[in-house]
Nanobody, 128 residues
Framework: QLQLLESGGGLVQAGDSLKLSCVVS????????????MGWFRQAPGKDREFVAN????????WYGDSVKGRFTISRDNTKNTVYLEMNSLRPEDTGLYFC?????????????????WGQGTQVTVSS
């Protein structure tokens, strides 16, 4: 079974930047991480889980949610079994619990039910 561990969240002011990390371990992840589609989602209190970004086996394949396009960048380091989310020009509406997820299929999706394994999340709070 894979385990995902997110980190890098925190309390920042509007306009600041943060970089989230998600390390994948377990289940031969060292040999297979580069085959996974990786995604970031977020959930604010009382709201549905929202797609943020994903990155494919080919790292040039990237999708972003409309609300973060041009401000957030997803990347991956297959040598470290890690996916990153660099967040710039943060806004109060970016506040939420940010989750990393693994999708075994190479076909990208923005649907949360298309992802197979989830981390516990890291909290991002942006004050105005």
């Amino acid at each position: 079974q894979l385990q995902l561990l997110e980190s890098g969240g925190g309390l920042v002011q509007a306009g600041d930047s943060l970089k989230l990390s998600c390390v994948v371990s377990g289940e031969n992840s060292g040999e297979t991480f580069n085959t996974y589609t990786m995604g970031w989602f977020r959930q604010a209190p009382g709201k549905d889980r929202e797609f943020v970004a994903n990155i494919g086996k080919n790292p040039r394949m990237q999708w972003y949610g409309d609300s973060v396009k041009g401000r957030f960048t997803i990347s991956r380091d297959n040598t470290k079994n890690t996916v990153y989310l660099e967040m710039n020009s943060l806004r109060p509406e970016d506040t939420g619990l940010y989750f990393c997820a693994v999708r075994y299929s190479v076909i990208l999706t923005m649907r949360s039910d298309g992802f197979d394994i989830w981390g516990q999340g890291t909290q991002v709070t942006v004050s105005s």
